[in-house]
């Protein structure tokens, strides 16, 4: 039983929601991997060639050209099953580093640098997103001491836990088992 080869345009618009029109977000309607990437399967089974590959990097092949090698394709919009071309962009690995901290998705960096000093992250791909940063999706982002204490202090000084969460890409209810010192409890 041959295998038909499809085009892969023919395969992947038709997963591609565009129904929001030219300027929203493209949701991807087929598979997606845990961090809400879509996902395409490419080769096949029988040879061997069985690939995955995300959905977003494809479009912006399609659509944009060839991603330069080793660089990432990155969201404007902060959405990860958004294949809008308008809303990608490729960046280097240092790129996406400071657009994650930016948009304070990375924890390494203690307490957000970029919140600190606003103009320094400020590249030609920053976009300021209050959206997402949705800490279930970074399950592994590691909490430091510093960390720890200042969140304390940022909700005795009245800032929503949510708040507090959103800035630092965490889940909410993970600042919520912070303030009420049911996790974290060693550090005063
Ligand atoms: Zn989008």
Request: charge should be positive; charged fraction near 25%.
């Amino acid at each position: 039983m041959g295998q038909k080869v499809i085009p892969l345009v023919e395969r992947i618009l038709p997963r591609v929601d565009m129904s929001g029109g030219p300027d929203a977000c493209w949701p991807w309607t087929g598979g997606r991997d845990r961090d809400g990437y879509g996902t395409v399967s490419l080769g096949s089974r029988t040879n061997h060639t069985r690939t995955s590959t995300k959905a977003h990097r494809l479009m912006y092949q399609l659509v944009i050209g060839e991603i330069p090698s080793g660089f990432h394709v990155c969201h404007r919009c902060d959405n990860p099953p958004c294949c809008n071309p308008r809303h990608l962009f490729a960046a280097s690995p240092a790129d996406n580093m400071a657009d994650m901290v930016a948009k304070g998705r990375s924890l390494t960096d203690e307490l957000n640098p970029a919140r600190q000093e606003p103009g320094k992250f400020k590249g030609r791909n920053f976009v300021p997103a209050e959206r997402r940063a949705r800490g279930e999706s970074h399950g592994s982002a590691k909490l430091t001491e510093k960390m720890v204490r200042s969140i304390r202090e940022r909700s005795r000084n009245g800032e929503s836990q949510s708040e507090i969460a959103r800035s630092l890409g965490i889940d909410h209810s993970t600042v919520g088992r912070i303030v009420r010192g049911q996790i974290w409890a060693h550090v005063a």
